[in-house]
Each structure stands twice: as C-alpha cells, then as structure tokens.
C-alpha cells in the first residue's frame, strides 16, 4: 500500500525528481536497513504498454546480471496500485554530467572509467545482454570513483522475444551504431560502438556525430569518421586513438570482437603509462580536481573543434535519476523575449503591487504576483535580447537595534550601503550590475551601495531570463523572490506512438519517448510530431499565464 510516507516497504525519505512519465524517490528499506531508489510510474502511465514494458525489461536484464559495474535491480512490481522500481541508490552523479560541468574528462581518469565499463560490458554480454543505449547519461561514477552501467530498459536478451517497435529508432541517436542506422542487426558490438562515441566526448568534451538535426546526425554516423581524439587535444596519446578508432569503426566485423577483447588493449595502454585502473584512482583524480579545475578542459586548450555539440545538463543523483535523463533528456535552446506575451487580466491582477523600481517596508503586506512593466529602457543594452522584464516580488526590512546606522537627527545615514537577499525557483546564476554574485541558493544577503541596480536571473534551461532594476535604500535589507516557472510555458510530451521527433516551432527537441517538459517563451506555438513513416502530425497552441502548459499524447497515421 501507498501512505504520505511510504511505498509498501520503502519509506519514502524524499523525491528527488518528478516527470509526466514517473516520480523518482530516494526510500529507505527498513528491514536490510539501506538506501534504495524508487522509480514509480504515474498511474496514467500504467495504460502505456511501451512504458511498462521498458520497467519491466530493465528489472527483468539487471536481474540476470549482477556485477560491480552495473547497477543492481532489487525488486519490481506491477499491479492495479502501482508500478514501480526498486533499485541501487548510487551515491555521485554520470559522466554526462561530469563532462558538461567540467568540460571534458582528463584522458588518465576517462581510460580507468572506460576500463569499468568494458568490464560490465563483458559481463552483460556473457549473459546473452545487450544493452542498445550505451552513452555518458547512462553511466553513473559513484563517490568512490566506480563506474556503472544502468538503464536497461532497451536492452535485450539472447533467448527473449525482443520489444522493438517496427520502424522506430531504438537508443540515443548521436550514440546509434551504423548497422543500426541502416536498418541493420546490431548485436553486442553495436555496445562497443556506442561506448567508443561516449569516451571520444569524454576525453574531448566533443560529441562527434552530434548534429543540429535527427537526420544530420544520422548522416554523420553513416558517413563521417571524425578527427583522432589527440588532434583536439594535445597531451591524448595515440595508443588511446587507435582504441577510440577501433571502437567506432562502421564494420562491427572490424570492431573489438568482445569487450574482454578491448579491455586488454585498455590494461595494455594503463601499463605503458603507468596508469592505476582501480576506482580509487577515479576517486583520488576527482577529490584532486578541486571543483573540477584539474579535471576539466582547462588543462590544455582545445586546438580545433566539432559543430553543432550538444551538451548534456542533467544533473543526476542516482541510478533512476540517470535513466530517466538519459532516456527522455533532450536540450532546451534559448528562445524569445517574454516581452508582451503575459496576459493582460494577469498583468491587471497585479498591477501596482510593486511600484516600478521601488521598495516596501517590512510593515506594508508583500506583493503576492509578479507585474509585467512597459519601459523598455529600464533592461541595459548589455543584457541579452531574451530578458525578462517583470516587477520582482520586493519586501525590506531596517535593522533594529543599531544605533550606530542613525544620525544626528534620528534618520539613516545615507552612505551606509544596504544589502539584497535573493531567492529563485528553481534555481538561478544572478548577476547584478553585471558582475556575477554566484548561484541560488546563495549564502547570504548581497551588500550593495544605496542607490539604483539592475539584477538579471538566468538558467540554461530556460528559455528565458529574468531582469529588473531595483532600488537599494542605505542601511535596508530588500527581498526578492522569483519563480522563473511562472515565466514559461510548458509542453508535455505524454505518448507517441509508434514514435517522432518532436518539434516546436521548427526547433527539434529530440525523440520520444521524453518525460522532461519542453520550456517555452508565452504565446502562439506549433508543435510538430515527425516520422517518416506516418504522416505529419501538427498541433497550434496559445500558452499564456493563464493556460501554461499543454499535454500531448498522439498515435500517428499511417500515410
């Protein structure tokens, strides 16, 4: 049974995420005593067989292999009350996301991480397992520095029926072997494939067939070889472009045969160098980076590049956390100004509840919306074009007990400086005047000078800024909240089948299937679903604060 507080024998202790497919929580196993984390479908999503199939083929494949470098399925249940996965909590986060904060993965540290996961390669494939969806998101690296493989929910088994829509493109595009592109039998080399593409962006923080679109990509992998690892950075050695190169040949027949076969050219190589392949060396490289100076592409410049790089910023705590954004993850590109686009009964609704630039006492009740404002001067030129520009909800306050902030005459001297304690949902990089002061949640109040200041709040997933010019009064400690959630508009991707590439206002967004909602700026939006098998499926809608979000399940024609 499902309480407030628990999942049959989970205790849930907190959700850690939230998607139109499932909800991710970190649980608590009373009676072995360990964290675990559970992936519970949403009860709509009980109905989509697709869905289901893929929980249970995952614990179904992690059943059947158990090793240190995949990550172990405890249980799985499916019934009227629920479906849901219990699995390995991992403590850390995935290589994806390791390179898109850090840039790229020092070549020593990527080739030990590359030795782990050809270990649980070589282990699934002895089972009859192969995985289909190999890639940096799929990849967790634990706190002690050990790598595992997770998300087998596309995998198949040697001597099970296989669970392949005819004519869907089955894995993450940009990590797809050629055979399958072409249509053809991947077996467990096209793993190899894949896990070639995944340590070629690790070393190089360059994805090499990653294109603007899902055809150029495809293209790419069929007919492009891309540029040795040690032509974009230096200090690569050969000897780990030769392995690179042998994973990503478009022959399987000329790939590694096995993945024992490719670990041994990998233990070769650490012995030349003097590498130590053990977890712990992962460990100690990562303790050392310091943030991630030491490990990041601040080691060596990069002599060339690869267009079109898509990074991955999913940030992921945990073994279901990492599958969901591996599965479903596509990048939000940066979109239009929100200028105009709030509706007028909403802007009515909050007019005059903070007054252009100014602030309130703490005794005054504090504005409860946010208000659109029509100078447009009030955004310096030096902000980008996508900014924001909205009334933050403001409040102040003046110390009490502090005489020393008083004059002769009873009032605040007007030199002292004031301070401003922001808050943002989700999160936000605040830069005011712009100087960069970090990101929310900060540690405490910014001391500013007494006078005018405009504050801009951005995140890489939204398609819009926030930006406004306060004023700081001497000696008065202002508030401001926002919630850049109630600036966008929200697409839900729910079910598609058989599948399509998603497309919005003629920006791809990625493939189905996709739990995260596709980010936009207010106003009219046409929504694209595309296979070229079916026929075109096309959907215009108005998003505004009123109406701001959209679900979308489709089933596509035949033409």
Same mark, same amino acid.
């Given at each position: ?122 282990? #699934?494939?002895?089972? /009859? ?15 002690? /520095? ?127 160098? /003097? ?15 310091? $943030? ?27 073994? $279901?956390?990492? #599958? ?42 504090? *504005?409860? $919306? ?30 009490? $007990? ?71 009064? *001497? ?34 967004? /990625? ?49």
């Amino acid at each position: 049974m499902e309480g407030e507080s628990g999942i049959g024998p989970y205790r849930i202790d907190a959700e850690i995420a939230r998607s139109s497919i499932c909800t991710i929580y970190r649980a608590w196993e009373t009676s072995l005593n360990r964290p675990v984390l559970v992936k519970k479908l949403h009860p709509q999503m009980n109905r989509e067989e697709d869905i289901r199939k893929r929980f249970e083929r995952e614990a179904q494949v992690c059943a059947r292999v158990k090793h240190e470098n995949i990550v172990d399925i405890y249980s799985y249940r499916a019934d009227e009350e629920a479906t849901l996965l219990a699995m390995e909590f991992v403590e850390g986060t995935s290589l994806g996301d390791m390179i898109a904060k850090r840039g790229r993965i020092e070549w020593r540290v990527a080739l030990t991480m590359l030795a782990g996961v050809l270990k649980g390669l070589a282990y #699934a494939h002895s089972k /009859g397992v192969t995985h289909r969806d190999i890639k940096p998101d799929n990849l967790l690296v634990s706190d002690e /520095g050990r790598v595992k493989i997770t998300d087998f929910g596309l995998a198949t088994i040697a001597d099970s029926s296989k669970m392949t829509v005819q004519g869907a493109v089955v894995g993450t595009p940009a990590y797809l072997p050629p055979e399958q592109v072409s249509g053809g039998v991947s077996d467990h080399r096209g793993d190899l494939y894949s896990t070639g593409v995944a340590f070629y962006e690790a070393a190089t923080g360059v994805s090499p067939f990653s294109g603007q679109t899902l055809s150029d990509t495809l293209k790419k992998i069929l007919n492009s070889n891309p540029p040795p690892p040690s032509s974009l950075i230096a200090e690569i050695p050969v000897e780990y472009d030769q392995i690179i190169a042998r994973l990503l040949e478009k022959q399987p027949s000329k790939r590694y045969a096995t993945a024992d076969q490719a670990l041994e050219d990998v233990k070769r190589l650490a012995t030349q160098k /003097g590498i130590n392949l053990e977890s712990a060396a992962v460990k100690s490289a990562m303790e050392a980076s310091s $943030g991630g100076e030491k490990l990041s592409s601040a080691i060596l410049p990069v002599k060339t590049s690869i267009s079109s790089v898509w990074w991955k910023r999913v940030a992921v705590i945990a073994a $279901g956390v990492a #599958a969901l954004a591996a599965l479903f993850l596509a990048p939000v590109p940066r979109g239009e100004s929100l200028v105009g686009g709030v509706s007028g009964k909403f802007i009515s609704a909050v007019k005059g509840a903070v007054s252009a630039g100014s602030l309130r006492r703490a005794a005054e009740p504090p *504005p409860t $919306g946010v208000a659109e404002l029509p100078a447009a001067d009030r955004i310096p030129s030096t902000l980008p074009p996508d900014v924001k520009k909205t009334a933050p909800i403001l409040r102040t306050e003046v110390p009490h $007990g502090e005489e020393k902030l008083s004059t002769a005459t009873g009032g605040i001297r007007s030199d002292l400086p004031g301070k401003l304690a922001i808050s943002c949902r989700p999160w936000a990089t605040v830069t005011i005047d712009n100087i960069p002061h970090g990101q929310t949640p900060l540690p405490g109040p910014i001391e500013l000078s007494p006078g005018q200041h405009t504050v801009a709040l951005t995140n890489s997933e939204f398609p819009i800024s926030f930006a406004e010019t306060v004023i700081i009064e *001497p000696g008065v400690t202002a508030s401001l909240d926002v919630d850049l959630w109630m600036l966008v508009g929200r697409i839900n991707i729910l079910s598609v089948k058989p599948w399509a590439e998603v497309y919005v206002d003629g920006v791809s967004y /990625g493939m189905t299937p996709r739990a995260k909602p596709i980010l936009v700026p207010f106003g009219r939006r046409v929504i694209e679903l595309r296979n070229p098998a079916y026929k075109l499926w096309s959907l215009t809608v108005t998003l505004d604060q009123a109406t701001q979000s959209v679900d979308v399940t489709a089933e596509l024609e035949k033409p």
